[in-house]
C-alpha cells in the first residue's frame, strides 16, 4: 500500500470515527469493564476456596463407570485400585477436581443418553459441596482415529482426511456440528483440533491425526474447526505445544527429542498454533517433547518455564488455559517423578494437570509445594482465574445440567450423519488408477473379494472395515465375499486369500501402515499375481502406496470409521468422483529422497 493511500485511509477513517462520536472506543470500554466485573466476581469465588480446594480446581481426572453414583462393580474396583475411591461423586467429594475427563475404556461413553447423565450426576455431586463449582468434562474427541464418543452420535473424518478435503468450510461445519453433539452430552472442552504439522512420514503418534505437513494449510484448518467448536460452545484445544509433527518416538512410550533449529520451529510448528490463538481458542494442550532450540535444560516441554511462560504466553500473546497432555504418559516422567511433574508444570505456566498416574501423589505434591513456599497461592489463582473464565464463557456457571430433549433434538440426527457423509466423500483420494481400472462397474466386476486389515473401532462402536466395506458394496448392487486377514497375515491366510480370489471380479483389499517387513505386502502381491484386478484401499496412513508399486488402483481413506469407508466405496463405484488432493508427500520406500507423489496430489475420473 502507498503511504498517500493509507494516509487518505487514515484520515477517513479519522473522519468517520468523529461522525460517529466515540462509539468504538465506548464500545471497547464497556467491553473491558464487563471483563473487570466478571474478572472480580469469579475472584469473589477463587478467595471464599480453601486451599485444598483450590489445589482440586487444577486438576483434570479420568474415573471409571457409566454413572457418577453407581457404576458397575469393575469400575468400583479399578477406581479403587488407582485413585482410592469408589465413584465419580466420591473423586469430587475427596480431591474437589475441577475437570473429568472421559474415556471409552473407562466406560464413560456407552451411548448419549447415558453421557448426559453421567454428565449431569458430576455435576450435581460438586454442587452439592460446600462452595461447590461446575466441573469442565472434556475429552478427546478430534474424530477419525481418535473418537471417544461413537455412534449413534456423529462421526466425521479426521483431520488428515480434512487435509485432503481442503475446505475450512468442512472443517468448521466437523466442529460445528460435532461440538453440538458434544455440549448436548456435557462435555464442554473438546482436546482437538491437533495443531502438529506431519511433517516426518515416521512420525507414530500424530500421523493422519494431523491436517498436513503444509504449515499455512495446516493453520486455516485449524482456525476453521476452532470457530467451529467454540461457535458450537465447547472449548477447543489445539495441541501439542509447540509442535508434536516431526518425532519418531511416540511420547506415550518414550520422550521425544525435535531438533528444529528455532527458526525451522518458527516457519514450520508455530503457525498453526499462531492462528488457534488469532481464532480465540480456548485451551492450548503441552507436549511431552524435548525442544533443545526453545530450551536448553533438556525438560519436556509441559515443564519448561521458556517454552510455555517465555514463548507461548509472552511472544505469542496467549491467556488462556494450559493443560497438559496426559501426565501419566512416559515422555513427562522420564526425568522427574511423580510428585515433582506437577509442581514442575505450574511453575512453567500451566494452568491444568491433567490426568496424572496416581492422583494422591501429584495433588499433595502441589499443596505441599504450597504450603512450602515453592508455589504461592497467587500463583494458584492466576490459573483458576483462567479456568473459571473459561468455565463462565461455557455457561456452567449459570446452568451446567444437560438435557434428554436436548441429547434427542442434536446428537447423531439425519442431518447431521448427511453433512458428514457428504464431508467423507470430498476427502476421498485416488492416489493410482492404471489403465483406468476405476470405477468399478458392478455389471462387469459383480463379484468382488474383501480382505484386509480390521484394527479396533477408535470409538469401540463402528467398523470392523471389512465387513463395512462389504455392506457397502452391497448397498450399491455389487456381491462381495469377505475374509479378515489382519495387519499380520499369516502363510495360511495369505493362501486362503489367493483361492478365494479365483471365483471372483476382482479383489478390494484394506492395507493398514504397510511397510517393508510386512505380511501385508506378500499378501497384496500374491492375490496381484492371481491375474484379478486388485484395488487397494490405505484405511489409514496414505504412505502404504509406496510399499505396493505394482497395485493398479490405489485410494486413501485416512482412518477406518465407517463413515470413511463408506465414503471410500461411494468413489471407487463412480457413485461421486474423487475429490480429495494429499496434504504430505508420499516418498519412495526405498529412496525417501524421492517424492512419488507431492502434496497436492489426487486424480479424478
Do not use: C
Not at 413 to 426: G, Q
Amino acid at each position: 500500500m502507498h503511504t498517500s493511500r493509507r494516509t487518505l485511509l487514515a484520515a477517513t477513517a479519522g473522519a468517520a470515527a468523529a461522525v460517529a462520536g466515540a462509539a468504538p472506543a465506548l464500545a471497547g470500554t464497556a467491553k473491558h469493564e464487563d471483563k473487570n466485573r466478571e474478572d472480580k466476581r469469579l475472584r469473589g469465588l477463587i478467595s471464599r476456596m480453601t486451599l485444598e480446594e483450590k489445589v482440586g480446581q487444577l486438576f483434570v481426572m479420568r474415573v471409571y463407570g457409566h454413572s457418577a453414583t453407581a457404576p458397575d462393580q469393575a469400575d468400583i474396583d479399578a477406581n479403587l485400585a488407582e485413585i482410592g475411591v469408589r465413584t465419580a461423586a466420591e473423586l469430587i467429594a475427596k480431591y474437589r477436581v475441577g475437570g473429568i475427563i472421559y474415556f471409552g475404556w473407562a466406560h464413560n461413553t456407552r451411548e448419549p443418553h447415558q453421557i448426559a447423565d453421567l454428565s449431569n450426576g458430576i455435576q450435581k455431586a460438586s454442587l452439592e459441596q460446600p462452595r461447590g463449582l461446575p466441573v469442565l468434562i472434556s475429552t478427546d474427541q478430534e474424530h477419525g482415529i481418535v473418537a471417544r464418543v461413537g455412534t449413534p452420535a456423529t462421526l466425521f473424518p479426521g483431520a488428515m482426511a480434512l487435509g485432503a478435503g481442503g475446505s475450512r468450510t468442512d472443517a468448521r461445519t466437523a466442529g460445528r456440528v460435532g461440538g453440538a453433539e458434544l455440549r448436548a452430552m456435557g462435555i464442554l472442552q473438546d482436546y482437538a483440533p491437533v495443531a502438529d504439522v506431519n511433517v516426518n512420514p515416521a512420525n507414530p503418534v500424530i500421523g493422519v491425526r494431523s491436517f498436513g505437513s503444509d504449515p499455512q494449510a495446516v493453520a486455516g484448518l485449524v482456525a476453521a474447526q476452532v470457530k467451529g467448536y467454540q461457535g458450537a460452545g465447547v472449548a477447543a484445544t489445539s495441541k501439542h505445544f509447540p509442535g508434536h509433527g516431526d518425532t519418531e518416538t511416540d511420547s506415550h512410550y518414550g520422550f521425544p527429542v525435535i531438533e528444529h533449529t528455532e527458526a525451522q520451529w518458527a516457519e514450520l510448528d508455530a503457525p498453526p498454533f499462531k492462528a488457534a490463538i488469532a481464532a480465540g481458542i480456548d485451551s492450548i494442550m503441552t507436549a511431552h517433547i524435548m525442544v533443545p532450540a526453545l530450551d536448553p535444560a533438556g525438560d519436556p516441554a509441559t515443564l519448561s518455564h521458556p517454552i510455555l511462560t517465555g514463548i507461548l504466553r509472552e511472544r505469542l500473546g496467549y491467556d488462556g488455559v494450559v493443560v497438559t497432555d496426559s501426565l501419566g504418559m512416559e515422555g513427562v516422567r522420564t526425568k522427574y517423578g511423580d510428585d515433582r511433574v506437577p509442581v514442575l508444570a505450574l511453575k512453567a505456566g500451566v494452568d491444568q494437570l491433567l490426568n496424572p498416574p496416581k492422583l494422591d501423589i501429584a495433588w499433595n505434591a502441589v499443596l505441599q509445594a504450597v504450603r512450602g513456599g515453592e508455589l504461592t497461592e497467587a500463583r494458584l489463582d492466576e490459573s483458576i482465574l483462567r479456568v473459571l473464565r473459561l468455565k463462565a464463557k461455557l455457561g456452567l456457571l449459570k446452568d451446567p445440567y444437560v438435557t434428554g430433549r436436548g441429547v434427542d433434538r442434536t446428537v447423531g440426527i439425519p442431518s447431521h450423519l448427511k453433512a458428514a457423509d457428504r464431508v467423507a466423500e470430498r476427502t476421498t483420494t485416488l492416489l493410482v488408477n492404471s489403465g483406468g481400472l476405476l470405477p468399478l462397474s458392478r455389471r462387469t466386476h459383480t463379484k468382488v473379494l474383501v480382505v484386509g486389515a480390521d484394527p479396533a473401532s477408535p470409538s469401540g462402536t463402528t467398523g470392523p472395515p471389512t465387513t463395512v466395506l462389504a455392506n457397502a458394496l452391497t448397498e450399491l448392487g455389487f456381491t462381495p465375499t469377505v475374509l479378515s486377514t489382519g495387519t499380520a497375515p499369516s502363510a495360511a491366510t495369505i493362501a486362503k486369500a489367493v483361492a478365494a480370489a479365483g471365483d471372483v471380479d476382482a479383489v478390494l483389499v484394506g492395507t493398514y501402515n504397510v511397510t517393508a517387513a510386512s505380511a501385508q505386502r506378500t499378501l497384496v502381491n500374491q492375490l496381484l499375481a492371481t491375474g484379478r484386478p486388485v484395488v487397494a484401499l490405505a484405511i489409514r496412513n496414505p504412505y502404504d502406496v509406496a510399499q505396493l508399486p505394482d497395485v493398479r488402483a490405489y485410494l486413501a481413506s485416512y482412518s477406518w470409521t465407517d463413515v470413511e469407508l463408506r465414503a471410500a466405496v461411494r468413489v471407487l463405484a463412480g457413485r461421486v468422483g474423487p475429490r480429495g488432493r494429499l496434504p504430505v508427500p508420499v516418498q519412495r520406500a526405498d529412496d525417501p529422497a524421492v517424492v512419488l507423489y507431492p502434496v497436492g496430489h489426487g486424480l479424478t475420473y
